[in-house]
């Protein structure tokens, strides 16, 4: 009976000091949770910002808008055939920011020579409208190329906003360039 006793007493311990000990899964867990809020955090930013995009391009009759936090493409009905535009790797640089923007054709014709008038600014906090009093803009032009191309890359020189304060980007005017 004495045995059994203890054996039942060390069993008991057993089971009480297995309980008590450090679990090494639940920093494990815990750093993982965090790492998903962070994540849903980012596609609920990124999810808004699309939303915001499409009825921004929606209710827009000229030209397309690209907002960087969408991180996602924009089509353009243009005079030089439909075009898909994405506008990313948005930095800072001295007076502003700095972007690529993406002009591909969707319908697999060759893009030609074209100009495009660029907008950007900021967006109202309240209504995520654009604040178009403060808008700055410039004219791109489609570099000549020897070789027929579908897609035209810009390095965008973006003045006066910082990544963090830039809500848009609108292309717009896109005409082609007359041959000679």
């Known amino acids: ?9 060390l069993l008991t311990a057993m089971i009480l000091l297995a309980g008590c000990a450090q679990n090494r899964e639940v920093p494990k ?16 930013e990124q999810a808004t910002a699309l939303e915001r995009q499409n009825r921004l391009n929606q209710s827009s009759t000229s030209g397309v808008y690209l907002l960087p936090a969408a991180n996602n493409a924009a089509r353009l009905h243009s005079s030089v055939g439909e075009l898909s535009l994405s506008l990313n790797y948005v930095k800072s640089e001295a007076n502003g920011s700095q972007a690529i923007l993406y002009v591909r054709t969707l319908s697999g014709q060759y893009l030609p020579g074209f100009t495009a008038t660029l907008e950007w600014g900021q967006l109202d906090a309240a209504t995520g409208m654009p604040l178009t009093a403060q808008a700055q803009s410039q004219q791109i032009q489609s570099a000549s190329s020897l ?25 717009h005017s896109v005409e082609p360039i007359a041959q000679r």
């Open 1 to 9: 009976m004495t045995i059994r006793y203890r054996q039942v007493c």
């Open 29 to 44: 867990l815990t750093n993982q949770v965090v790492e998903l809020k962070q994540v849903l955090g980012e596609l609920t």
């Open 147 to 171: 070789l027929p191309k579908t897609e035209q890359i810009f390095e965008l020189r973006l003045s006066g906003v910082t990544p963090s304060q830039l809500g848009y980007v609108r292309v």
